[in-house]
């Protein structure tokens, strides 16, 4: 099965170069799902495309019957960006311009919408897929006023006709997988939202993030946030409703970095997540395991990250996914005072029982700087 290939342009440099997304789009034999995947929104977190390289192998490999539905893929969704350097350190986590974090940029119909609650009591007597369909309309018409402004001749500022043209290829998608990595080492787990544990699973990763607050700002949170919205303004009303729409982060190791496993990984699971839904339909999927796989689940706000209580130098730190106590020392710093004393050596000491599951990469810290988060 060969992908429809486009090119949309995104932003003329001041040289005249041009930048441009490149989206494949793998259409099944018959209707079904939308999925849209996207990589490398934040500039250094570079694995998700060689994860998207190898999606792209394997749907080749198969065929159109294969597919029910239709899958969407963009690497490399944020070339300003991915191209960000600053010597040989690959930064892009915020737009240098205008000084924002590229993924906490997006537009989130639920700020927007006047009366959500009474859309919900129209529907009450409709089926979901009615609802669904309905909803999605609203949601379409409001977003397509933005481009009102982007054309002006006043137009916007670049994060907002960024934002809206990834958002324009994603809206209407049932399944949303946005990956990622850390910023700095970590671990390989998933960002989800509630009610959506069971599918989490299929992802095959040894732990979940619940966000149980968020602001609708970031990627994954502005596609779901007015599904789950609506959702509990059907609860409100007696109507118990869980749309099948989905937002996934998946976090997958170093930035930076392409590691192997984590790429593997990431394969993998998006693989067997696809088969459990149906979009996917061969014999090798889903997973045996797949059922039967343990995740550790933990809700967002059971995170604590250490900073540096003084400047200097890291040393002596407990390694990336170690599981540690309170009370046990978790890393030292060597801190030069420059105040007519020797060299001292500080301790620091965990607060919580938790798992390591990020870690800074650069071990030269000023006061204040991040040095590794725990989970518990």
């Given at each position: 099965m060969f992908p429809h290939i486009e090119t949309i342009f995104l932003r003329q440099m001041a040289s005249g170069d041009r930048l441009n997304l490149q989206i494949y789009k793998f259409i099944g034999a018959q209707p079904g799902k939308k999925v849209y995947i996207q990589s490398n929104l934040h500039g250094a977190e570079i694995v998700g495309?060689?994860?998207?390289?190898?999606?792209?192998?394997y749907l080749v490999s198969i065929n159109d019957t294969d597919l029910i539905g239709e899958i969407w893929l963009v690497p490399v969704c944020n070339p300003m960006g991915t191209n960000e350097r600053a010597q040989h350190f690959s930064p892009g986590r915020y737009c240098p311009y205008e000084s924002k974090d590229w993924n906490r940029i997006f537009w989130d119909y639920e700020k927007e919408t006047d009366d959500l609650l009474?859309?919900?009591?129209?529907?009450?007597d409709s089926s979901l897929e009615e609802i669904r369909q309905n909803y999605l309309h609203l949601i379409q018409k409001k977003f397509t006023r933005n481009l009102t402004q982007i054309n002006s001749a006043a137009s916007v500022p670049y994060t907002e006709r960024f934002r809206h043209q990834?958002?324009?290829?994603?809206?209407?998608?049932?399944?949303?997988?946005?990956?990622?990595?850390?910023?700095?080492?970590?671990?390989?787990?998933?960002?989800?939202?509630?009610?959506?544990?069971?599918?989490?699973?299929?992802?095959?990763?040894?732990?979940?993030?619940?966000?149980?607050?968020?602001?609708?700002?970031?990627?994954?949170?502005?596609?779901?946030?007015p599904w789950l919205a609506l959702e509990d303004c059907f609860a409100q009303l007696g109507k118990e409703i869980k749309f099948d729409i989905e937002a996934w982060t998946l976090e997958l190791g170093a930035g930076m970095q392409m590691n192997p496993d984590s790429v593997s990984k990431g394969v993998?699971?998006?693989?067997?997540?696809?088969?459990?839904?149906?979009?996917?339909?061969?014999?090798?999927?889903?997973?045996?395991e797949s059922q039967s796989h343990q995740m550790y689940f933990v809700?967002?706000?059971?995170?604590?990250?250490?900073?540096?209580?003084?400047?200097?130098?890291?040393?002596?730190?407990?390694?990336?996914?170690?599981?540690?106590?309170?009370?046990?020392?978790?890393?030292?710093?060597?801190?030069?005072?420059?105040?007519?004393?020797?060299p001292t050596v500080i301790d620091v000491f965990a607060a919580d029982t938790g798992l390591v599951y990020d870690v800074s990469t650069n071990q030269a810290v000023n006061q204040g700087e991040f040095v590794l988060g725990i989970i518990y």
């Open positions: 495309n060689a994860v998207i390289h190898q999606l792209i192998e009474g859309f919900a009591k129209s529907q009450v990834l958002q324009s290829l994603s809206l209407n998608a049932d399944y949303l997988i946005d990956i990622h990595s850390s910023n700095n080492q970590g671990l390989d787990y998933i960002y989800y939202f509630r009610h959506r544990e069971g599918s989490a699973r299929y992802f095959l990763l040894e732990f979940g993030i619940l966000l149980n607050k968020y602001d609708g700002d970031a990627f994954d949170e502005a596609f779901i946030k993998q699971g998006i693989k067997n997540y696809l088969a459990e839904k149906g979009v996917l339909q061969v014999d090798s999927l889903p997973l045996s809700q967002s706000r059971n995170r604590t990250k250490y900073y540096a209580i003084a400047g200097g130098m890291i040393q002596s730190r407990v390694k990336l996914g170690s599981q540690v106590k309170v009370g046990e020392r978790l890393y030292q710093i060597l801190s030069f005072n420059k105040e007519n004393h020797l």
